[in-house]
Nanobody, 122 residues
């Protein structure tokens, strides 16, 4: 079993930046591909980015490409999401997730954190 704990959310003005962290425990972190998702009120959970196990390839949703950067530190069992040039529409609960698949589809994520709130004011 894997436990994921997100941190770093908060209130920020439009144009600002935040860095989210997700700490993992319970199994070898380096064997998991790690993703970030978000869910705004009344909307479905949206994929944002994934960083693969092994070669740490990264993939992004079009809505965040160029503004958000996913990274991982296997020595610290942590995955990060650096978010720049934030917009009010980025307001949501942000979740990290882990998967055994190399490039997992949304339904293939096995482990989920509890989420952290990000609010962007205009």
């Amino acid at each position: 079993q894997v436990r994921l704990v997100e941190s770093g959310g908060g209130l920020v003005q439009a144009g600002g930046s935040l860095r989210l962290s997700c700490a993992a425990s319970g199994r070898t972190f380096s064997t998991l591909s790690m993703g970030w998702f978000r869910q705004a009120p009344g909307k479905e959970r949206e994929f944002l980015a994934v960083i693969t196990r092994g070669d740490s390839s990264t993939y992004y949703a079009g809505s965040v490409k160029g503004r958000f950067t996913i990274s991982r530190d296997n020595a610290k069992n942590t995955v990060y999401l650096q978010m720049n040039n934030l917009k009010p529409e980025d307001t949501a609960v942000y979740y990290c997730a882990g998967a055994q698949e190399y490039k997992p589809l949304k339904y293939e994520y096995d482990y989920w954190g509890q989420g952290t709130q990000v609010t962007v004011s205009s």
